[in-house]
């Protein structure tokens, strides 16, 4: 690893950290073995083989018909040894899924339920951008910032204390970075383009194949993305899958909401060219907002 899990510790302390609190949904999956990088190459969305061992990317795994079934953080913790960082799908049934195209690879796909993420508000002690810090036998730490919004994960052996406020409001900060946070409902329902994960740098349209590469790299070439994420503000937050609607017609769909303080963000897919007219969804009006930047790793 390229820096000492102590230092860590050691300039947190120094730092007066902000309180850490659990991240539940955030589960990790360890890829491990001589053919798991390879194994991850053919099938997640982003090209792993172009991460060194110590950093990390966004990544996903899609449908054949390019659908994306869950969205992740992929460290490559050694040369042969992935974390697949998964906030929201069903890590114990994805690990399964991918089990079953292990075949006669040589490698281990493996649910660590001996770790644990936590969040804090605040700055990594040592990691930076796209380069984690860290361990697994102490602690590894992870950049989640973007332009104003500093954050930590952190993955250890050890829990954090829950604080549903803080937890609810990682998501949100989630959102206004256009990293959508997706129920299952939402799974298998959207191209990468139409969540505009080339925002966040989650997708290659030049690696090999891997499931539902043609669809990603036809979309991409032939300038066919004609829906992407918008971003809003709401008093009440719309549920999940109902209709983003201008006047009496339908525009888009909301994907993702969390509170946010008083209020609630909603991140919805809609056609990138839209009338300049007020918005709602069922019956809640919505505020747009810039979707802020700096989470691209």
């Known amino acids: 690893m390229p820096n000492n899990p102590q230092s860590i510790s050691e300039l947190s302390d120094a730092l007066a950290p902000a309180p850490r609190f659990a991240l539940p949904g955030h589960r990790v999956i360890a890829l491990s073995g001589r053919d798991a990088v390879a194994f991850a190459q053919a099938q997640c969305m982003n090209d792993v083989e172009g991460v060194a061992p110590g950093r990390w990317q966004w990544n996903g795994w899609l449908t054949p018909k390019g659908r994306v079934i869950a969205l992740f953080a992929l460290a490559r913790m050694a040369a042969d040894t992935l974390w697949l960082i998964v906030p929201d799908a069903d890590a114990e049934a994805l690990a399964a899924a991918l089990q079953r195209y292990v075949l006669r690879r040589q490698l281990s796909v493996a ?64 959102l206004r970075l256009g990293f959508p946070r997706l129920p299952a409902s939402q799974a298998e329902q959207w191209t990468p383009q139409q969540l505009s994960l080339d925002r966040i740098g989650a997708f290659s349209v030049k690696k090999g194949c891997y499931p539902g590469q043609e669809i990603v790299a036809r979309t991409h070439f032939l300038g066919q993305a004609k829906r992407g994420l918008a971003l809003f503000e709401a008093a009440q937050a719309p549920d999940v899958g109902v209709s983003v609607e201008v006047g009496a017609g339908a525009l888009g769909q909301v994907v993702s909401t969390a509170r946010n303080g008083e209020g609630h963000v909603v991140l919805a897919v809609l056609p990138v060219e839209r009338p300049d007219a007020a918005i709602s969804a069922s019956g809640i009006a919505l505020r747009e907002r810039a979707l802020l930047a700096g989470l691209a790793r």
């Not at 930076?128 to 697994?136: K, L, P, R, W, Y």
């Not at 992870?142 to 609810?168: C, H, K, M, N, Y």
């Open 111 to 174: 649910l660590r339920d001996d770790l644990h993420a936590s969040g804090a508000f605040e700055a990594p002690a040592v990691a930076v951008g796209a380069q984690f810090a860290g361990d697994e036998a102490s602690a590894v730490e992870f950049d989640f910032s973007g332009f104003g919004v500093p954050r930590t994960l952190r993955i250890a052996s050890v829990q954090a204390g829950v604080d549903p406020d803080s937890e609810t409001r990682w998501a949100a900060g989630d």
